[in-house]
C-alpha cells in the first residue's frame, strides 16, 4: 500500500485555507496527521478587508483593526441611524490575519506550507498536480473556483465588485464610532450601486464604491465616483491615498454541493461559503470549518449541515430580482433597512430567523419582481 504524501492538502491559503487549517491544528483528534498548504500566494499583501457583525466578544478580536456598534444607511429618501446593539460590525485587514495565522501554524511540525499553484485534482489516483509538484493525501479541500459559474441560464450570477480608497485628511471629517452600510446618493444609472465608508479616526476612512451587478466596469468608472462622493458629498477638498483595495466577489445560485467527491471537499467561495445575497464571507467560513471538523469526527460525510435550503432558496430570488431589474436595488435596500431592525436584519443574513420572522422581512420587500423571481425558481 502507497502511503500519500499527507494526510490533508488544502489547496489555498486564505481564509477558506487558513482558518480550517486553525480548527485542524487546535483539535486533538487531529495531532499526527500531516496537513499541507498549498498556495501560489505568500501572502504578504493586504490584498483584501474583512468586515462582520457579532456579538460580544469573538475569535478574532486580538486581529481587528476597528470596530462599530452604531451605522447609517442612506438613500435618496431616507437617512436612518442604526444602533447596532448587541452586536458591533467589525473590521480585520487581511494580512493582519495571515500573518497571525502562518505564526500559529508554523509552531506545528505537522503542517507545511508550499508555494504552487494546483492545477488539476485526480480523486481517483488522490493526487494534485502543481505547476512544481504533484501531491497526495487521503483528502484534499479546495478553495479553487469552478471556472464557469454560469452553467445555465437558470442559474443567477451577480458580481459584487468593488474599489475601495484608504484617505488621510488634513482635518478631521470622519466621526470614528459610525460608519455607513450604504448610500445611495451616487450611483451608477440604472444599477445596484452604492459607497460604503468604514472611518477609522477621524482623519482616515476606508471609502468604497461597490456594484451588484451583472456586470464589472472598468477601473475608471469606480474611481469618477469615489472622487465625486468625496468631493460632493464629504465636502473633502484634501486627501491622500494611502492604500486601493480592488475586488470580485461572485453572488450566485450555482449548485455548489454538485463539486464535492468523496475525496474532494469545495471551500470558500468554490465551496458555496460567500452569503449569494449580500457577499460576506468571514462569519460563514468560521462556522462551516467548525461544521467540517464536527462531521470528520462524527464520521459522516463532510458536507453534512453545510447548506440551509430554506435560506439558499431566499438567496435565488433575491439574485433572479437583481438579475431581472437590477435598477431597483436603491429602492429594495431602503425598505429593506427602515421597515425592519438592524437586529433582524443580522438575524436574517448569518440564517438564524424562524419562518415568521422570514414572512416579515419578505413583505417588507415587496415587489411585483419578486412574485415572478418566486415562481421562476420554484
Known amino acids: 500500500m502507497i502511503v500519500p504524501d499527507y494526510y490533508y492538502v488544502i489547496v489555498g491559503g486564505g481564509l477558506a485555507g487558513l482558518q ?76 493582519d490575519f495571515y500573518k497571525d495565522a502562518s505564526e500559529k501554524l508554523e509552531k506545528t511540525s505537522e503542517i507545511y506550507f508550499i508555494t504552487d499553484e494546483i492545477l488539476k485534482i485526480d480523486p481517483v489516483t488522490r493526487t494534485a ?40 485628511t488634513e482635518d478631521a471629517f470622519f466621526e470614528p464610532s459610525e460608519f455607513t452600510m450604504m448610500d445611495y446618493r451616487i450611483r451608477h444609472e440604472d444599477s445596484t450601486s452604492f459607497i460604503y465608508v468604514l472611518p477609522i479616526t477621524a482623519t482616515k476612512a476606508l ?32 486627501y491622500q491615498v494611502e492604500e486601493t483595495e480592488y475586488g470580485v466577489i461572485p453572488m450566485t445560485d450555482y449548485p455548489f454541493q454538485k463539486d464535492h467527491s468523496k475525496h474532494v471537499t469545495k471551500i ?26 464536527e462531521n470528520i469526527k462524527k464520521g459522516v460525510n463532510l458536507t453534512t449541515d453545510l447548506y440551509d435550503k430554506k435560506f439558499q432558496f431566499y438567496d435565488k430570488i433575491f439574485l433572479d430580482v437583481l438579475s431581472k431589474r437590477n435598477d431597483l436595488g436603491a429602492q429594495l435596500f431602503e425598505k429593506f433597512y427602515t421597515k425592519n431592525s438592524i437586529q433582524e436584519i443580522f438575524r436574517f443574513l448569518d440564517e438564524e430567523t424562524g419562518l ?21 425558481k420554484l
Not at 136 to 164: C, E, M, V, Y
Not at 356 to 376: A, C, G, R, T, W
Open 20 to 95: 480550517l487549517a486553525l480548527r485542524l491544528q487546535e483539535d486533538l483528534f487531529f495531532k499526527g496527521k500531516k496537513i499541507a498548504i498549498i498556495d501560489p500566494s505568500d501572502k504578504a499583501e493586504n490584498d483584501k478587508t474583512w468586515c462582520f457583525w457579532e456579538k460580544g466578544s469573538g475569535d478574532w478580536d486580538a486581529l481587528i483593526h476597528q470596530k462599530w456598534s452604531k451605522a447609517r444607511f442612506i438613500s435618496e429618501n431616507v437617512q436612518k441611524k442604526l444602533d447596532l446593539q448587541p452586536y458591533n460590525y467589525k473590521m480585520l485587514r487581511s494580512l
Open 129 to 168: 498536480i502543481g505547476k512544481n509538484n504533484t501531491y497526495t493525501a487521503t483528502h484534499f479541500f479546495d478553495s479553487r473556483p469552478p471556472q464557469n459559474l454560469k452553467i445555465s441560464n437558470k442559474i443567477n450570477l451577480i458580481f459584487q465588485h468593488f474599489k475601495g480608497w484608504s484617505i488621510k
Open 207 to 238: 471609502v468604497e464604491f461597490t456594484f451588484f451587478t451583472p456586470f464589472i466596469s472598468e477601473k475608471d468608472i469606480y474611481d469618477e465616483y469615489l472622487e465625486k462622493y468625496i468631493s460632493e458629498i464629504l465636502k473633502i477638498k484634501k
Open 268 to 293: 470558500g467561495t468554490a465551496g458555496g461559503w460567500v452569503k449569494a445575497s449580500s457577499g460576506y464571507s468571514f462569519k460563514n467560513t468560521e462556522k462551516k470549518t467548525k461544521q467540517i471538523i
Open 356 to 376: 415568521s420572522e422570514d414572512i416579515k422581512i419578505m413583505f417588507s420587500l415587496y415587489h411585483p419582481q419578486f412574485v415572478k423571481s418566486f415562481f421562476n
